[in-house]
């Protein structure tokens, strides 16, 4: 068998000190397991991060090859959409107690403060700001492969943990604690007499976490065994990645401050900061409506002019719009829900195999940092890196922390699978309307004036906190009654004193024209 990384000296483990690494050879030798992880993205980097820090010997299986290596492949054959990384994404990797991971990865990050919405009105290009937070608080666009990178490098850092690259899981006994992988070295020849065929290994294992994907092999295996209560759709959204060229000069085009939206109702445009001065674009549209641009080069453009303004020739030239849709690949988006997110004390999912969620509240990566961050507090809470601990109680113990896992992520993923959900019809159609501006307002007057009150807007609570996104959808809900409780008694009183002072007028105007008036001025203010 190879592997891409062999053990380190203490030396090479940056930010620890050579009594650090000793004391923990020295743990590892009483409190010993093997994990092995599938999938070697941020999720699943970041949980042998976590295993390796407590003792476990980590072997990491990735399906592609090396996305290090200049040529890699990604599954999907596209950069894919930047990333958003928030403040919970960023606690879960400062969980690893690594530092310099932290570090590097902030440094190759742009800060996003708000939203920037996009529009024209009689003939003229306009933009709008709207903040994320009312203290200034950002997320950060960032490359997926630099942050795969980075933490790739830290575990080839490990002394206690293998990378196999260019591995398939083909199959699985969660019983009997063993996988088996096909090898599929690309320069390693088929097996005599074997019609093609590739090697494969069987490896053992104490438990397996599956991060293997929205299209995990690591859950489907998992569901011979378990009764998997499994939810999976494909909304009618294509999506086609574009990007906008840093100017002549090396400098953004746009603000580099804000995730840009070009609002279209059915569908959108959006244009995220990366590090190298560009912008990474993302068209979400009806599969009804690529196959309209896919008609011809002039239905593109005028689509964009209509729909996208200040985009192209703006932002992107006629010729790369046209060059980028048709080479791009046109993607569907893909939504999951399921449960349990385990079976008994052997294996385990996480990320985007156990809940991948629509990319519209950019929490799709943090939610699945944020459940390696639980699991593994709920593993040290049952004892299961308990020194003393025998092979059949720590699976005992696994077994408990598995079973706390589920039941908490289970409702947490569902509510972040549906708030994604919502949020798509807000960011292409709601940022506009009247009534989503005037609740924000007041939700952040409130939140500045009077933080006594804890009210927050949902946003933030979402992308500034920890708090369990099941909770957040609970209190916003409670939010929205309140407000409207009080809109409507507002209403009301507005509507006697109106019909009082009516009453006495001598010379009669309009109510309708008064309140016209009256919400003119309003959303005059909100602007």
């Not at 000190?17 to 941020?42: C, E, L, R, Y």
């Not at 992988?181 to 976490?209: C, M, Q, T």
């Not at 690591?218 to 569901?223: E, W």
């Not at 113990?397 to 949020?423: C, G, P």
Request: charged content about 20%; some cysteine; aromatic content about 10%.
């Amino acid at each position: 068998m190879t592997f891409a990384s062999r053990p380190k000296s203490p030396a090479s483990a940056p930010g620890s000190s050579q009594n650090d690494w000793f004391s923990a050879v020295a743990m590892t030798s009483q409190a010993k397991q093997k994990v092995v992880i599938v999938g070697a993205g941020p999720v699943g980097a970041l949980a042998a991060l976590y295993a390796a820090a407590r003792g476990d010997d980590v072997e990491v299986y990735e399906l592609r090859g090396d996305l290090r290596v200049p040529g890699t492949i990604p599954l999907n054959f596209s950069k894919s959409i930047n990333l958003s990384l928030s403040h919970r994404g960023i606690t879960a990797i400062e969980g690893s107690n690594r530092e310099d991971v932290i570090n590097k990865i902030l440094q190759e990050v742009v800060p996003l403060y708000g939203r920037m919405i996009h529009g024209r009105d009689n003939g003229e290009l306009w933009e709008a700001p709207q903040a994320y937070d009312v203290h200034g608080r950002n997320n950060y666009s960032a490359d997926r492969g630099m942050l795969s990178n980075v933490l790739l490098d830290e575990l080839e850092r490990m002394p206690n943990i293998k990378l196999f690259f260019n591995h398939k899981l083909t199959g699985a006994d969660f019983q009997a604690n063993k996988a088996w992988f096909e090898r599929r070295l690309p320069d390693e020849a088929p097996l005599p007499g074997s019609s093609g065929r590739v090697p494969e290994i069987d490896v053992d294992f104490d438990f397996l976490i599956g991060a293997d994907g929205a299209h995990s092999a690591s859950r489907y295996h998992m569901m011979k065994f378990s009764r998997v209560d499994y939810q999976q759709e494909y909304i009618d959204t294509l999506w086609c990645e574009f990007r906008i060229p840093p100017t002549p000069d090396n400098d953004f085009r746009i603000s580099p401050d804000h995730l840009h939206i070009w609002p279209g109702k059915e569908f959108m445009f959006i244009a995220l900061p990366s590090v190298d001065k560009s912008f990474t674009c993302t068209l979400f549209a009806p599969a009804s409506h690529f196959a309209q641009l896919e008609r011809s080069t002039q239905d593109l453009l005028e689509s964009f002019h209509a729909h996208f303004p200040g985009v192209s020739p703006e932002l992107i030239t006629p010729e790369d719009l046209i060059d980028q849709f048709n080479t791009n690949p046109h993607l569907p988006l893909i939504s999951i829900k399921c449960k349990p997110h385990h079976y008994s004390s052997s294996v385990v999912i996480v990320g985007d195999a156990a809940h991948a969620v629509l990319p519209f509240y950019g929490q799709g990566l943090n939610a699945g940092l944020e459940d390696i961050q639980v699991l593994f507090a709920a593993l040290d809470k049952h004892g299961v890196y308990n020194t003393e601990a025998n092979k059949a109680s720590r699976a005992l113990a696994r077994q408990l922390a598995f079973q706390e896992y589920t039941d908490r992520r289970t409702a947490d993923a569902h509510a972040i699978n549906d708030l994604s959900r919502q949020n798509y019809v807000e960011m292409r159609w709601g940022v506009k309307q009247p009534l989503y501006r005037l609740r924000k307002y007041i939700e952040e007057a409130l939140y500045h004036y009077v933080p006594g009150l804890g009210w927050q807007t949902q946003y933030t609570r979402v992308s500034f906190s920890n708090q369990r996104y099941s909770e957040i959808i609970a209190v916003n809900r409670r939010q929205g009654r309140i407000l409207g409780a009080v809109f409507g008694s507002t209403l009301v009183s507005s509507l006697a004193i109106a019909a009082f002072w009516f009453w006495k007028q001598p010379v009669r105007v309009s109510p309708v024209t008064v309140l016209r008036e009256a919400s003119r001025g309003i959303l005059s203010r909100l602007r």
